[in-house]
């Protein structure tokens, strides 16, 4: 398998950890190193998996459910280093009512003794488009 593949499969376990809300399968995912970042979005970075990992738990404690779909972008390798640039579309139920935002996101993903890790995460929100002056919303 193409390293390519091999970086998009675990894209797609770190975002199936993240929708079944599984902290365990997270945990496999992430590297554990004190260097590897997670910036949600609208939030301060995390460094190291201990602060990563916190957070997951505390996202998790405090959503229903999550429903998840992305647009990958781009997925690229180059040694021991790679990474994917996608759209998250993510759906959280919050106390009985529905959110759902855009952001973008890119993954790092690094190779440690022929497993791909998670080194790195960062969400920026999309804002939606700005309506143009007299343009009546929706």
Same mark, same amino acid.
């Given at each position: 398998?193409?390293?390519? #593949?091999?970086?998009?499969?675990?894209? #797609?376990?770190?975002?199936r950890a993240f929708e079944q809300q599984d902290l365990e399968a997270?945990?496999?995912?992430?590297?554990? *190193?004190?260097?590897?970042?997670c910036i949600h979005p609208g939030r301060p970075a995390l460094r190291g998996w201990e602060q990563i990992q916190?957070?997951?738990?505390?996202? /998790?404690?405090?959503?229903?459910? /999550?429903?998840i779909s992305t647009s990958i972008i781009t997925a690229?390798?180059? *040694?021991?280093? *790679?990474?994917?640039?996608?759209?998250?579309q993510i759906t959280q139920m919050i106390q009985g009512r529905e959110v759902t935002? #855009?952001?973008m996101g890119t993954n790092?993903?690094?190779?440690?003794? *022929?497993?791909?890790?998670?080194v790195h995460h960062h969400g920026s929100p999309i804002m939606p488009p700005a309506s143009r002056p007299g343009q009546q919303p929706g």
């Open positions: 398998m193409l390293d390519t #593949q091999l970086i998009l499969a675990a894209n #797609q376990d770190f975002y997270m945990a496999t995912i992430w590297s554990k *190193g004190t260097d590897c970042l916190m957070a997951w738990e505390q996202i /998790f404690q405090n959503t229903e459910r /999550f429903r690229q390798v180059s *040694g021991d280093l *790679g990474y994917v640039v996608l759209v998250e935002i #855009q952001s790092i993903f690094e190779n440690m003794s *022929g497993s791909w890790y998670l």
